[in-house]
């Protein structure tokens, strides 16, 4: 559900989970009792019960919750017609027990009609820690429809729950919310490379130098140094210094560094990390799969069933009709990959994700330092693996094919355009098993966009795939043809910004990027003039195309220069190209030697966007690029350096990839990676990279906690936190390619 632009965001696209933005709560607000009868002293008047049997006894609901059921919200006990006022703060909170112990109930503050909209939820163990409960949070609308309600389902077998002293206060205080940043010298908490950069950031109030040790896991020091002050981060706000202590090239694990009377949290010295990191990065894919079962001796702990496969209670995505009135046909578009942390599917999304997948193979076909075996065949844990073909393609291949699904059939209207998307009617709330969700799925209309991103990908894919399938290889590139013709017939039909229902808008007013880099990708396929003259005549091929953020879903011109100054080929000016990278790379290299942080990343003030983490790895790739070009070492160490803040040397002190660090990213917004709702779902697998710090903090969560951020501190590792905590398919294609370089670099 990422988007690029957030001045595009309609109140529509920002119902993602059932929320929606919300101001500040209005200030001296008199504290109001909404619930009715919360003590049940007047037996069970006012509350309503669906799939239980309930009584009161001596001021206490207690409801039977039957075995076997599906979904949570099949038992359940509640109150409607509450009154809610936009903006101001309340508590939940209510005392409950179940027996056995160990019972999780979901309590949701939302929306008793359609489309249920979720506003606040929570979902405690009971009988664990004690039995009463309370929570705050900021009411995103004015409605006199609001509800409170305790979901019992989905247990295996039948248990006892008992409500007492239920309140739904307004007009409490907003609690402080102060994030824990840990000790003051932020490192990156995996690894750093032997021979590689070791930089790290001291917040302190000195403003002399100090001096920093370097101790190993039994405490010895074995290096020293002193820091450099840097003065006040404009993107966190802190006063900072800088250590670097790169001349220390032993390898080991649990160092720490110590300065002004703080130590670091732990972190090694060496190569496995990134080893482990490109593999887990990559195999976040599978998780993510469509219409296909997630086999548990795969991935476990996180098997599930197949989603949307026509199997009750999904509607399921065989025969998907158009929106009204936007086609009389259906289309199979089973497969592919779900986006991000809900059950959609994108084209635009899906399509620079398969890009930087297929571009993470072909560096390793054709950079110095690249290794094809390393993500070859077996090294993915796939069902396919063990079939002669490298795992990344197959992995890759998944959601290709989905994207020629998406194709509309010759003799329609628009026959060769791609569409848009495929998701669900409305939008649905967290926890949700992609095989629970009973949405109808509706295709949305073709765009040129989409029709560009599945002309670019299949004709990388068709060079690609052409060693070891090449049956799918020209069917891929006739596609591609197919494509890129429809688009040069219909070069203007684009997405609308208002349809964010269900699904994001992802919305892309300019498409010269996107011809742009179809060109290119078919220029690279298949040598031909009528390609190589639409790339060299192209506004963007002369063009700077490495911004503060290089190139991202909707920003496609960096995907084709990378490709056109990387990919053997005989482009006239080809040398331009490739100088072009380089000038970018020198550009990035200055940001993030004057970053207090070290990162190739400061967008005009501070204004952190959606996906700063990828952001800053996608322009870390135009770096490793230039290294690749060059040979050069400082474009190597910019890169390499600049995996540091994704990993924890950022002012949050936290590590944005879920399983990597002593404090990690885990509770990603996620309908089914969702542990922190559900104590039965999983987190994230390791390897998931959070999008991270977002000025914009769209959703209710982030803006009750949030108000008023600075940079890199916009951020909350809360599943409900959808603008700052989401994962998605393109995040994680950014750190696969560079966790596969990082790990090349031995």
């Known amino acids: 559900m990422n988007r690029r632009s957030t001045a595009l965001l309609s109140l529509t696209a920002l119902l993602a989970a059932g929320l929606t933005a919300v101001p500040a709560g209005p200030a001296g607000a008199e504290e109001v009792e909404t619930i009715r009868n919360g003590t049940f002293d007047s037996g069970a008047d006012s509350w309503w019960t669906s799939g239980v049997t309930a009584a009161t006894t001596g001021g206490t609901l207690c409801a039977d919750v039957p075995g076997s059921t599906t979904n949570t919200w099949d038992a359940a006990v509640g109150q409607n017609d509450l009154t809610l006022v936009k903006g101001e703060s309340y508590r939940i909170a209510f005392r409950a027990d179940g027996t056995p112990a160990g019972h999780s109930v979901r309590a949701v503050v939302g929306l008793q009609v359609a489309p249920y909209d979720a506003y606040h939820e929570v979902v405690p163990r009971l009988s664990v820690s004690g039995d009463s409960y309370a929570y705050t949070f900021v009411s995103p609308v004015d409605t006199d429809r609001g509800q409170v309600a305790f979901q019992l389902g989905g247990a295996a077998d039948p248990w006892r729950f008992c409500l007492d002293d239920v309140s739904l206060l307004g007009g409490v205080p907003p609690e402080a919310y102060e994030p824990d940043t840990g000790p003051r010298v932020r490192v990156n908490q995996v690894a750093y490379l032997p021979r590689g950069p070791k930089n790290a950031t001291l917040v302190t109030e000195a403003t002399e130098r100090l001096p920093w040790q370097l101790k190993d896991a039994a405490g010895t020091v074995v290096a020293h140094g002193r820091t450099l002050p840097r003065g006040v981060d404009p993107s966190s706000g802190q006063n900072v210094h800088s250590l670097d202590f790169g001349e220390h090239r032993r390898t080991g694990r649990g160092f720490t560094l110590v300065a002004d009377g703080a130590t670091s949290r732990p972190f090694d010295i060496g190569t496995e990390a990134y080893d482990r990191l490109r593999l887990d990065a990559a195999k976040f894919y599978y998780t993510q799969r469509s219409g296909t079962p997630i086999r548990e001796d795969l991935r476990p702990g996180h098997g599930r069933a197949a989603g949307h496969l026509d199997v009750a209670p999904n509607r399921g995505d065989g025969a998907v009709p158009c929106q009204p009135g936007v086609c009389d046909y259906t289309l199979d578009v089973t497969g592919g990959w779900y986006d991000a942390g809900d059950h959609g599917k994108y084209v635009v999304n899906g399509g620079i994700s398969v890009w930087q997948l297929l571009a993470t193979h072909e560096r390793a076909l054709h950079a110095r330092t690249g290794d094809p075996d390393a993500l070859g065949d077996g090294t993915l844990a796939l069902p396919e693996s063990d079939n002669g073909v490298p795992d990344i393609l197959d992995e890759a291949r998944w959601e290709l094919e989905f994207l020629l699904k998406m194709q509309v059939p010759a003799g329609e209207p628009l026959a060769g355009m791609a569409h848009h998307k495929i998701h669900d009617e409305q ?320």
């Open 427 to 746: 939008w649905t709330g967290l926890p949700l098993m992609p095989a629970d969700d009973p949405q109808k799925r509706e295709l949305h209309p073709p765009t040129t966009a989409a029709t560009l991103n599945l002309a670019a990908t299949a004709a990388q894919a068709a060079r690609l795939y052409e060693e070891y399938d090449p049956r799918f290889a020209a069917t891929a590139l006739t596609a591609a043809r197919t494509a890129w013709a429809a688009a040069l017939a219909h070069p203007d039909v684009l997405a609308s910004e208002s349809d964010g229902i269900g699904g994001g808008a992802y919305a892309d007013r300019n498409v010269t990027d996107e011809f742009y880099w179809a060109a290119a990708e078919l220029y690279l396929t298949t040598g031909e003039k009528e390609f190589q003259d639409h790339v060299l005549a192209s506004p963007l091929h002369t063009a700077d195309v490495f911004g503060p953020v290089a190139f991202d879903w909707a920003a496609t011109a960096a995907a084709a220069r990378l490709d056109l100054a990387t990919v053997p080929s005989r482009l006239p000016g080809r040398d331009r190209v490739r100088q072009s990278v380089r000038a970018g790379a020198d550009r990035y290299l200055a940001t993030l030697k004057a970053h207090p942080y070290g990162m190739p990343y400061a967008p005009e003030g501070q204004r952190y966007d959606w996906g700063s983490t990828h952001q800053i790895l996608n322009n870390a790739v135009v770096l490793a690029t230039a290294h690749d070009l060059t040979g050069s070492a400082k474009y190597r160490d910019g890169a390499v350096q600049s995996m540091d803040y994704v990993l924890g040397r950022n002012a949050l002190n936290v590590s944005y990839v879920t399983g990597y660090g002593e404090v990690h990213a885990h509770n990603q917004h996620s309908r089914w990676y969702a542990h922190q709702l559900d104590p039965n779902l999983p987190h994230p697998p390791a390897g998931s990279l959070s999008g991270g710090p977002n000025s914009s903090i769209q959703d209710p969560l982030a803006q009750a906690k949030l108000k008023g951020c600075t940079g890199q501190f916009c951020y909350i590792d809360d599943i409900q936190s959808w603008s700052t905590n989401e994962l998605t398919i393109n995040w994680n294609s950014a750190l696969t390619w560079m966790a596969s370089f990082v790990a090349d670099q031995h």
